[in-house]
Every structure is written in C-alpha cells, then in structure tokens.
C-alpha cells in the first residue's frame, strides 16, 4: 500500500478545482482546529516600473484566495501570507507593498482579514538542518502549526524545477540564500535546497500550474497555459510528481534525489498513490536549461552565437551564481547582444558567480559581483581586469565594465533595469489563454 498521496486534478474553474485538489489528496485533514496558519506563494520577481509576464513565474491570487477560502470554512481565522522577494536594492521594502497591492494581497485582508508580511521587515531564526547545513529562517513560519506552500510549476535553469521544496528558499534571509549558491561537492546549491523543508510545520503543498514557465524561474522564460494542480500534504510527494509533469524523471533532478536519500525514500515514485488524472495525461515537457554554444572565439550564449558575434567569451551561469548576478546577468547578455555592430572585440572574458576561472591568453577580463572579484583580484592569468564589485553589482558599474571592455553598450538597458521584463511581454500579445484575471483578487 502507498504511504503518501498525490492528487493531480485539472483546474477548471474558480474554486471548485482547488477544493477537488485538496480534498482527494486530504490535505487539510491534519489542519488543528484553530491553527495559525503561514501561506507562502512565490513571487520570485517584482517590478513597479512597467507591466510583466507573471504567468508561470508568479503563484496566481486565485489560488491564494480559492486556498483561504477553505481555510475559513474550516474556522481558520489566524492566516497570514508572506513572501520574501529579493529586490535589487537592498532594503527595499516599497517594492514587496507593491506586489502585495497589485495582485490584491490588500483586498483579500479587507475582505479575509488576512495578513501580508514581506519576510525581509520580520526576525528570522537559525536553524540547523543537519551535518551543518544552518540556515536563518522567517520567524512567522516557523511559530505557525500549519504551512501552505503554493509555488509555481516551473523548471530552474540552475536546480532543473523550483517546486515546493524550492519555494521555501523565499523564506530564509539573504546570507543564507548566498550560502547556499555553493559548488563544494555534497554541499552545493542542489545539497542546501534538498533540506529546506526538513523542519517545516505540518504542511499542504499545491503546485500552481494553472501556468507553468519552462526555462524558469523568471519573466525570460517559455509560459504556458498548462491548468493543472498538484497537491499532498508531503512536500516531496508533491515535488516528485511536480518534476514528471514537467517531463523531467525525478532521478535527474538532483536536490530531490538528496531529499528523498535524506528521508531514506525512494524517488520514483513507487511509494506515492497519485489520485485524480493520470500523471502522463497532464505531463509535458519542460526544458530547464538556456542553450549555450562552443565557437572558435570562445562560449557564449547559443542566440548570440547565431548572431556571429566575435571577441566575446561569455561563460555559461553556474550554481555559484546567486539571485542577485542572476538579475543582473540577463541585462548584460541583453546589451552586449545588441551593441553588436559586426567587429570582433578584442578577446573579452566574462565572468560571474564564486568558481569560474579565467582564461590565460585574453587580452581583457570582466568580473561581475564582490564574489568574482574576491576570489580573482590577484589572479596572474587575469591580463587587464575590469572588476564590478558591488553586491549586488550596480547598473552604472556594469555599463562602465563593458565599456571599458570595448563593447559599447547602450546606457538605456541599465538606467532601469525594471523595464526589461516588460519587454518579454511582446510574446504574449493576442494570446487570450494568458489572462491578467488570475493575479487579482475579483470582487
């Protein structure tokens, strides 16, 4: 007999489907009268500049309130909903209101009496997660007696999918996050993600896929109107059952293969019962990684390789790298594509995250974030360094990088940084099954 329980349930419609999700996989069943209860969704990015793609990137609000609705039938009146979303400016709390205000967090408190808390304004708590993996929790979730975690069904070009295990990680502090973007064997990024939910409260995990986001986690990647929930109240049943949707065999996802060794469970799923639709009707596959090719001048982005660029040598992202030189990755990508002209540039190496080493022989070497810098500073295979040092990197320092570099990048990708999602948008116009609805609290 199976010891945990997945349902897979098609959405449909408000309400009733994630009713039908959560009942067949019982996962309220457990829910103490009474309860405090903590709902984290994923809003893994933020803007306030200009409108972007949220469809597979961001949890739906209508998930978020079809889930506080049941709550209160169940006489649950201590719900609170909170999120820690990075932002490139640290301190910045305007940016979380925002979100919360824009996706109707406000009016679910007006009409629920919910509470909305951005993680990064709480006390977080150490925790020790075992054979020293210690991390510094949101104080909130863990005084709660009951966790609903509401993540995206997505892929993640660094950790193959970000499920429920993965949406965790918006709740541990900034040194934390950075701590675990790590490339030590047995204790890289992979490693820290796996034991994220190992001291958890009691939980219900429901996978939004009302949308999925293939070549996650962000706005740059491939949406799809997929309308499918996954939901148990076992955070890695869930996820194991999350990853074949998505196409990928959970024996390929690395830091669910460390979850389920550490649980001392098998990761194929032959100890789960899945109820509700068939794992192989609702599947479809996901690609998680972004195509990078090899030219005679070096690595680089596959698209920039079709483009004929010369002179650049762009190497692939790696677990090292973290949220923060991720955000800032894709604008440098972005620019350096369209400065372009047709002349090679002179042998320009760059370099990003903690481990990457330099390449003897280039004439000018870019190192991206404090991290880069710290560890090549007085590397002699370095010839001319170019040093970003800032954490996060700011825009200003990265045009002047490039521009040191040879490479004349237009100023307009770096003075608000915020508006290039907004660019992504384009992919979307005229498509109908890509509703703005699903992020807003309906009267």
Not at 5 to 17: I, L
Not at 131 to 155: E, H, M, Q, T, Y
Not at 243 to 253: C, N, S
Not at 391 to 409: T, V, Y
């Amino acid at each position: 007999m199976s010891a945990f329980t997945v349902a897979v349930v098609r959405y449909e419609e408000p309400e009733s489907s994630v009713r039908r999700a959560v009942e067949v996989c019982r996962g309220l069943d457990h829910l103490p009268a009474r309860a405090k209860v903590f709902i984290k969704p994923n809003i893994v990015f933020w803007t306030r500049s200009a409108p972007f793609p949220k469809w597979g990137v961001i949890t739906t609000t209508r998930v978020v309130e079809d889930v506080i609705l049941l709550l209160k039938e169940r006489g649950i009146d201590d719900i609170t909903i909170g999120e820690g979303t990075v932002t490139m400016t640290p301190g910045d709390t305007q940016t979380a209101t925002h979100a919360f205000a824009t996706l109707g967090y406000e009016a679910l408190k007006l009409r629920y009496g919910v509470k909305c808390l951005n993680v990064f304004e709480r006390p977080f708590t150490p925790l020790d997660l075992k054979d020293g993996f210690k991390v510094r929790f949101n104080a909130d979730a863990l005084a709660s007696d009951f966790i609903v975690d509401l993540p995206v069904l997505k892929s993640h070009n660094q950790t193959v999918v970000s499920l429920g295990i993965k949406n965790l990680k918006g709740l541990i502090d900034i040194p934390s996050r950075k701590r675990c973007h790590s490339m030590q064997p047995g204790r890289d990024l992979h490693a820290w993600v796996a034991r994220l939910a190992d001291k958890m409260p009691p939980m219900l995990t429901l996978i939004d896929g009302i949308y999925s986001n293939e070549r996650g986690p962000g706005f740059d990647g491939r949406m799809h109107r997929s309308n499918v929930l996954v939901a148990s109240s076992d955070v890695l049943s869930a996820d194991l059952v999350g990853a074949r949707i998505l196409g990928h065999d959970p024996d390929r996802v690395p830091h669910l293969v460390h979850a389920a060794r550490n649980r001392g469970r098998p990761w194929d799923l032959s100890d789960i019962a899945t109820l509700g639709e068939k794992v192989e009707a609702a599947a479809r596959r996901h690609e998680h990684d972004f195509a990078y090719s090899e030219t005679p001048d070096g690595i680089m982005p596959t698209p920039l390789a079709r483009d004929g660029l010369q002179g650049i040598f762009y190497r692939k992202y790696d677990l090292s790298m973290c949220t923060y030189c991720s955000a800032v990755n894709g604008v440098m990508l972005t620019a350096i594509r369209h400065a372009w002209k047709g002349a090679a540039w002179d042998r320009v190496e760059v370099l990003t995250g903690k481990s990457m080493q330099p390449t003897p022989g280039m004439q000018k070497t870019v190192l991206v974030g404090r991290c880069m810098h710290k560890a090549h500073r007085k590397n002699p295979d370095i010839r001319r360094m170019i040093a970003v040092k800032g954490c996060p990197p700011e825009p200003q320092d990265l045009l002047n990088a490039l521009r040191q570099a040879g490479i004349d990048a237009d100023s307009k990708w770096f003075e608000d940084m915020e508006r290039l999602p907004a660019v992504f948008m384009s992919r979307y116009a005229g498509r109908p099954e890509f509703e703005e609805r699903h992020f807003r609290a309906e009267d």
